[in-house]
């Protein structure tokens, strides 16, 4: 499924896409017929608490996937009981981050083998954790501002793994389990400020700095979530080409890792870590400027695109 959240008529609710339209998940999981409720729950209009109701809310979900697919393909437009409409065209609302306040957002560095080589890295013996807060977050088409602070704003494409079950303590063989699934992320990165001190989080955790989405991708659509083409563009231009098989520390092993000492809870991202092409690392380095648009796409997770403004 693709999950999404978005903004319609001035309210913001969890959803869903089908056949390029949006299903406000809720709302359509309140209205579904008999023959497809079969038990099915009653879902918030926040994807955060859609994934905190676990398996059975997702059950739910696919109901209404399996309605709102069936309804399309025969041209039947869904309607509420109120005669609300409980489908939408994509150019009539305002998709937002999948998942609009995560409790937390654990990023990755030098997780990639070409990155870490085009910098002259050594590859990390563990996993070289950060942080990102909930105000760096913003949906598809939403502007990232770069800051007076810096002179040196730099792109990372980057997939980005949301929790969908209380994690603490995960077997690495159990450890997908707890994936809900899969996002674009964009690793926005202020190398000056980075760069100030050995801690990353100035330079990583500005305003509008992980713009995320469109979607949130379940696992059950992704079989292998490290075969995946991962590229960057920077308007239009292809700067960053690469593959989730290049991780060096795969999915599992970070569920793992992680929650040896911090327990992840439902809509927790990793961010996994950007591969080789960034800006710093050009000949000459090219930052980003207002006016710039950056693309990121991870292979069937959809396009997240976002423009550079100035503060």
């Avoid at 980005?160 to 996002?183: E, P, T």
């Avoid at 955790?205 to 920077?234: E, Q």
Wanted: charged share 25%.
């Amino acid at each position: 499924m693709r999950l999404l959240t978005f903004t319609v008529n001035g309210k913001t609710r969890a959803g869903l896409e089908v056949d390029g339209r949006v299903v406000d998940l809720a709302a359509a999981a309140a209205a579904l017929p008999a023959d497809h409720r079969d038990g099915a729950a009653t879902l918030p209009s926040d994807l955060r608490e859609v994934l905190e109701g676990g398996e059975p809310a997702l059950r739910t979900a696919r109901r209404v996937l399996d309605w709102a697919a069936t309804a399309s393909r025969s041209g039947q437009s869904l309607t509420g009981p109120d005669g609300a409409p409980l489908v939408f065209n994509r150019a009539d609302v305002t998709f937002r981050a999948p998942i609009l306040r995560p409790g937390k957002i654990i990023c990755l560095g030098l997780n990639y083998a070409d990155h870490a080589a085009e910098g002259g890295s050594e590859p990390p013996k563990a996993p070289l954790l950060f942080g990102k807060f909930a105000n760096a977050i913003i949906g598809a088409g939403e502007p990232i501002v770069l800051p007076k602070a810096t002179q040196k704003l730099d792109y990372e494409a980057e997939l980005a793994v949301v929790i969908g079950r209380r994690a603490k303590l995960v077997a690495l063989d159990h450890a997908l389990d707890y994936v809900a699934g899969y996002m674009n992320l964009h690793d926005v990165s202020a190398r000056d400020l980075q760069g100030e001190t050995s801690q990353f989080f100035r330079g990583k955790s500005g305003d509008t700095f992980a713009p995320c989405g469109p979607y949130l991708v379940t696992s059950d659509d992704v079989p292998d979530p490290h075969a995946l083409r991962i590229r960057s563009y920077v308007n239009g231009e292809l700067r960053q080409d690469s593959n989730t098989r290049q991780l060096i520390f795969d999915v599992p092993f970070l569920v793992h890792h992680i929650s040896k000492t911090i327990t992840l809870e439902p809509g927790d991202i990793i961010s996994t870590g950007t591969p080789s092409g960034v800006g710093t690392h050009r000949h000459p380095p090219s930052y980003l400027k207002p006016g710039d648009v950056v693309r990121i796409e991870v292979e069937g997770l959809g396009v997240l695109e976002n423009p550079i403004v100035a503060e």
